[in-house]
């Protein structure tokens, strides 16, 4: 009997056990909590071949293992409560899937080809992990990159898909050379393959970056933030709610005396923060009047993040709303948040997000969470948006990493984005990634004013959508098929 060259490859490598151990102390800082962005390139190299060069069963189980350990360091405090484990593991296996294709598919296949298997896969899960998890895109290798601009400017063209497949496409291409001893003449070709796609990418990026940076005009816009405590609220019954009425006025009020001073400052629109103030509902209908008559006296566009609790609180949901408010003192919207995180008690939006076309260029808000979702923004790209307003509330564990994962949207749909961040880190960017203003909640307890550009792009993934996530689909599946009808390589 013939043994395939994948199970006799542990005879020739007495070190296999190290490639595991480097592999892992690598996965350990690849995504979530403490993320070196080459830990995220460098991994799956050693922990791929550690998978070939062990009997696939006692190699993968290993492997297995691995991921859900390295997986419950790096998620720990970014997903909450009793989803905490359940989260993480899953989020483990998924990510061991592509492993496992490698292990099984690979010597079937002949030639370059077979390095596909492994990035044709992790995309493949991706994308169908952001379509249908109300979790979104988190877990997605790219935002592991959020600081390689040049690199990331590929969202424009293919969103995060073609990010991640680069990134996991060089384990493969690497482990190709390595069975081959690295020999040149036999590995040149698919080196040069991988390295001319990477190369062209960064000089794409470098190059838009470069050549083709905003030039518009700005507006100004003021982002407020303050110590609103809403799990507390939350979590209280409506007679104490009721008790605390007039603190949570005080709240209001605040905020509306440092709106005034903002655009009196020379701010062409206001955005606060999610749930910047906590509303009764009886008190809502006022709490607006007053806002409107405010930028009707200071000709300001003013985007108000209000969390307000109906009369049966909790029987009855709360609505996490952006209100909308123009120089006239008109309400152009009332956006309820599209796609509440699992458990938080708001209801849910029409799934619509709102645009204003306004002299400032066309503007248009979500509310935190509803930034993780790139098909559900995608709908903003569409309709011409220039710049985005998001009203936002994090937690320390998440801080900076969620503020970075928002900023995407902007470089793959064209639009500047204005995060006002409660409890974490408020920042603004243009539409290819810069950072044009930043505050850190915890540190800074002032307006962040940012001058942002009036224009957007338009950009080729607004168009072609999730192509490159479909064709790696197909892909994979073209693949398996193939190697079903091949006999394993010996």
Not at 301 to 310: C, K, S, V, W
Not at 350 to 356: L, T
Not at 361 to 374: E, N, T
Not at 409 to 428: D, K, M, P
Request: glycine share 8%; hydrophobic share 50%.
């Amino acid at each position: 009997m013939v043994a395939s060259s994948l199970d006799t490859a542990s005879a020739r490598d007495r070190w296999s056990y190290l490639w595991l151990l480097i592999g892992a102390g690598l996965l350990l800082f690849s995504n979530g909590r403490w993320i070196i962005p080459l830990a995220t390139w460098l991994a799956p190299v050693f922990l791929i071949r550690f998978v070939r060069t062990q009997p696939a069963l006692k190699g993968l189980a290993l492997l297995l293992i691995t991921n859900v350990l390295a997986s419950l360091f790096f998620w720990q405090g970014i997903i909450p409560g009793g989803l905490y484990a359940p989260v993480a593991c899953g989020i483990a296996v998924v990510f061991w899937l592509p492993y496992l294709a490698d292990r099984l598919l690979v010597n079937r296949l002949s030639g370059f080809v077979a390095t596909l298997v492994f990035p044709l896969l992790q995309v493949s899960l991706e994308y169908i992990n952001t379509a249908t998890n109300p979790l979104g895109s988190w877990g997605s290798l790219a935002y592991t990159q959020h600081t390689f601009l040049p690199f990331l400017q590929l969202l424009s063209i293919t969103g995060m898909w073609g990010v991640s497949f680069l990134i996991a496409w060089l384990a493969p291409v690497v482990n190709r050379a390595w069975e081959q001893d690295f020999a040149l003449r036999r590995v040149r070709s698919g080196m040069l393959i991988y390295g001319s796609i990477l190369a062209l990418v960064l000089m794409y990026g470098s190059g838009r970056m470069a050549f083709f940076p905003p030039h518009s005009k700005t507006l100004q816009v003021a982002s407020l933030t303050q110590t609103v405590d809403h799990f507390r609220y939350v979590h209280m019954k409506m007679e104490d709610v009721r008790a605390s009425r007039d603190p949570l006025q005080e709240l209001g009020e605040r905020l509306l005396q440092q709106s005034r001073r903002q655009a009196q400052a020379g701010a062409d629109v206001i955005l606060w923060q999610e749930g910047a103030t906590i509303l009764l509902q009886e008190d809502e209908a006022s709490f607006i009047e007053k806002a409107r008559a405010l930028a009707h006296e200071e000709k300001v566009y003013l985007l108000l993040g209000l969390f307000t609790l109906p009369d049966a609180f909790p029987e009855v949901k709360a609505d996490n709303q952006a209100v909308w408010i123009t120089p006239d003192g008109d309400v152009k919207w009332r956006y309820l948040k599209g796609r509440p995180v699992p458990g938080e008690g708001v209801v849910a939006g029409d799934g619509v997000i709102p645009r204003d076309q306004t002299v400032l260029g066309a503007i248009a808000s979500v509310i935190c969470f509803d930034m993780d979702h790139p098909v559900y923004i995608r709908q903003a790209g569409r309709s011409g948006t220039d710049v985005m307003l998001v009203p936002a509330n994090d937690w320390r564990d998440i801080v900076p990493f969620h503020t970075y994962m928002a900023s995407f949207r902007g470089i793959e749909y064209g639009f500047s984005i204005v995060r006002a961040t409660g409890h974490g880190l408020s920042a603004a960017f243009d539409y290819q990634g810069r950072i044009l203003a930043i505050a850190d909640y915890f540190t800074t307890k002032q307006a962040m004013v940012a001058h942002v550009p009036t224009h957007g792009v338009k950009t080729i993934y607004t168009v072609i959508g999730d192509l490159f996530a479909w064709l790696s689909i197909a892909g994979f599946v073209a693949l398996v098929a193939l190697a079903r009808f091949r006999p394993i390589r010996s």
